[in-house]
């Protein structure tokens, strides 16, 4: 999902050349414009899930501006809506104001201010509507088959998930540090009829090198019962599934031992006469590239091919970018249970970290950050514009979320139209504000 700037507006007024005139200039402007005669037409057009605001007069034939006022903020009480009226009643619009009205202009106003108006509520109205959204989204994704997300890479990576659920094969899954890889690994086991038997994740990077053999074979019963038997890390993972995490920074001696285990599928515990059977699932996990690791000598090469049968690979953030708002909003959400509170709402510079860092750390990092914001002490959008006004920062903000479709469709009018949700000729007059040539982001 990706966050979008808003420039739908719902105008109200009962003066038709007033109304047509003002309509014009506003779309002169880059704002998309529903023009009403009356505020019944436009409570059939206008509900809580509106993406844009309301502009109204307050004096008209039926329901007036007050009632539309009230109306609307019954249905939805976040919708900005603002009032235009005459001197003599400035103080109906105060009041309406009182009652849930963003803003009012006396007439007759000059049309920048309006417009300056506009730019603001529709900004709140995209925080509102974002806000809901990855509520909804985060609500929606619970209980599905993890990693969360709707990327292509992650759809065809969950994809794979079922298919490999219930099939007898090793997995090895490859990923950068924090990308995910123990969730993949736990959602494969999750998925299939090993689910109510153990899963037992070995970090192998942690392995030590005294009494190694103890920890992953166990010991057996000692003579006449001098010790009891104990079951090491492999066996408690009999009939279930066995994870080893970073096997590729696993102790030479660790390698060839978990080899013997992937080739015969038993185990001879420490003290031990006769070797066990068991019934494994392996999954095992690399931090980097497995066949660098092998280059490097960090990684057996017969560990290798005998664990490569099957080969998951889990994206990076920085290329599924449209879950990191999604991902996000899980994980704030989280902490804010955890907490106690509300989650505090995404506001414009949490939304330009999001949409432009390349979080290194991965799923690790969002977390923290969204820890950081959870408790109040979220960093700032990396290059924040602090000198700037709010109507410029809004300005930014719009060019920089064309750029980056643009960017990403290759220049493709069509699919940019379509990935902002706005006319062709409004995203024409944007480029042109923003002397943004869609030619520039073509593949040459």
């Known amino acids: 999902m990706n966050f979008q700037a808003l420039d739908r507006v719902a105008l109200i007024d009962d003066d038709d050349a007033f109304r047509d005139a003002l309509a014009e200039r506003l779309e002169l402007d880059g704002l998309s414009v529903a023009a009403f005669a009356s505020a019944e037409a436009a409570l059939r057009v206008v509900n809580d899930r509106f993406d844009g605001v309301v502009v109204t007069d307050l004096r008209m034939p039926g329901m007036d501006g007050r009632q539309l006022v009230e109306r609307l903020i019954a249905l939805d009480p976040d919708l ?36 300056e108006t506009l730019r603001r509520a529709l900004e709140k109205r995209a925080l509102v509507l974002d806000n809901r959204r990855l509520a909804a989204l985060a609500a929606d994704d619970e209980g599905s088959i993890p990693p969360s997300g709707s990327s292509r890479s992650v759809e065809s990576l969950r994809a794979a998930i079922r298919r490999l659920a219930d099939a ?15 969730a993949v690994a736990r959602a494969i086991h999750n998925a299939g009829r090993r689910r109510l038997r153990p899963f037992v994740a070995v970090a192998c990077a942690a392995l030590p090198e005294n009494g190694l053999e103890s920890l992953l074979m166990g010991d057996a019963a000692g003579p006449s019962g001098a010790f009891r038997r104990r079951e090491g890390q492999i066996e408690q993972s009999h009939q279930g599934t066995l994870f080893l995490d970073e096997i590729d920074l696993a102790p030479r001696a660790a390698q060839l031992m978990l080899l013997r285990v992937l080739e015969e599928r038993e185990i001879l515990p420490v003290g031990a006469m006769e070797p066990h059977a068991l019934d494994l699932r392996i999954l095992a996990a690399t931090k980097g590239d497995p066949v660098e690791a092998v280059a490097r000598g960090d990684l057996r090469e017969d560990l290798y091919y005998r664990l490569n049968v099957i080969r998951l690979r889990t994206p990076p953030l920085r290329e599924r970018r449209e879950d990191v708002p999604l991902l996000f909003a899980r994980f704030l959400d989280r902490v804010a249970s955890r907490l106690g509170r509300e989650p505090p709402p995404v506001d414009h510079a949490i939304r330009r970290r999001l949409l432009e860092h390349d979080w290194p750390g991965n799923l690790r990092e969002l977390a923290n950050y969204a820890s950081q914001v ?11 514009r602090s000198d700037e006004g709010l109507v410029q920062r809004v300005q930014t903000y719009e060019a920089e979320l064309i750029r980056e479709s643009l960017t990403r469709h290759q220049g493709d009018i069509r699919q940019v139209t379509a990935d902002l949700q706005i006319p062709r000729k409004t995203l024409y007059d944007k480029m042109a504000r923003h002397g943004l040539i869609p030619a520039r982001h073509r593949q040459r």
């Open 374 to 384: 959870a408790v109040g002490l979220g960093p700032l959008a990396p290059d924040s």
């Open 168 to 182: 007898e094969v090793d997995v090895l899954i490859e990923g950068e540090t924090g990308a995910g890889k123990e």
């Open 80 to 115: 900005p809506v603002v009032m235009m009226t005459g001197h003599g009643d400035i103080a109906e619009a105060v009041d309406a104001m009182k009652r849930g009205a963003y803003d009012f202009l006396a007439k007759p106003f000059a049309p920048e201010r309006l417009i």
